[in-house]
T-cell receptor, first 115, second 115 residues
């Protein structure tokens, strides 16, 4: 079973539109961490955010915001006023206590921002 | 800002050949990881390394794979006899002393092509 599900395979938006990328996770752990990484066309993985399971406060960083809802096991990522440079594949990842140090990645959402 | 580096950026090899992928983790980090990403697919965990030994490994990390920290700075992944299905992007990552609680910072990847 997938521990991290990113149901949106590809999304296209027009520049300046807002877009939300969904992430649903599955864990039996009570203590865990969630992450978002960005993979631009150049291929590297860029860390965006880490959130622990005890902190459900939403976070905003510039045009980026994250909505963590334990009740629905979701950790969604919103880009406000999207720009062409936001075009990338975005991965959500989970780190659990019970399964050690590895990250479980979702399958990624490919975002294309059209100028 | 400290970063993880990987060499080479691209490697082409013949099936059956041995390859060594090199990584220099962030200098004060204690946990080291290898992940792979087959083209267009999600990032998959291979192995984690701490205190000069493997701490976890996935099913993918079979006897063909080995890791080593030959000196105080490098972390290598060796594939003894490459197969076509080993073609992928290989990412090295490192994290601080908190292990699973720490953000893993990824290198730019080595794209391996096995012919």
């Amino acid at each position: 079973a997938q521990k991290v599900t990113q149901a949106q395979t590809e999304i296209s938006v027009v520049e300046k539109e807002d877009v939300t990328l969904d992430c649903v996770y599955e864990t039996r752990d009570t203590t865990y961490y969630l992450f978002w990484y960005k993979q631009p066309p150049s291929g590297e993985l860029v860390f965006l955010i880490r959130r622990n399971s005890f902190d459900e406060q939403n976070e905003i960083s510039g045009r980026y915001s994250w909505n963590f809802q334990k009740s629905t096991s979701s950790f969604n990522f919103t880009i406000t006023a999207s720009q062409v440079v936001d075009s990338a594949v975005y991965f959500c990842a989970l780190s659990e206590t019970i399964t050690g140090n590895q990250f479980y990645f979702g399958t990624g959402t490919s975002l294309t921002v059209i100028p | 800002e400290p970063e993880v580096t990987q060499t080479p950026s691209h490697q082409v090899t013949q099936m059956g050949q041995e390859v060594i992928l090199r990584c220099v983790p962030i200098s004060n980090h204690l946990y080291f990881y290898w992940y792979r990403q087959i083209l267009g697919q999600k990032v998959e965990f291979l192995v984690s390394f701490y205190n000069n030994e493997i701490s976890e490994k996935s099913e993918i990390f079979d006897d063909q794979f080995s890791v080593e920290r030959p000196d105080g700075s490098n972390f290598t992944l060796k594939i003894r006899s490459t197969k076509l299905e080993d073609s992928a992007m290989y990412f090295c990552a490192s994290s601080g002393g908190g292990g699973r609680w720490e953000t893993q910072y990824f290198g730019p990847g080595t794209r391996l092509l096995v012919l």
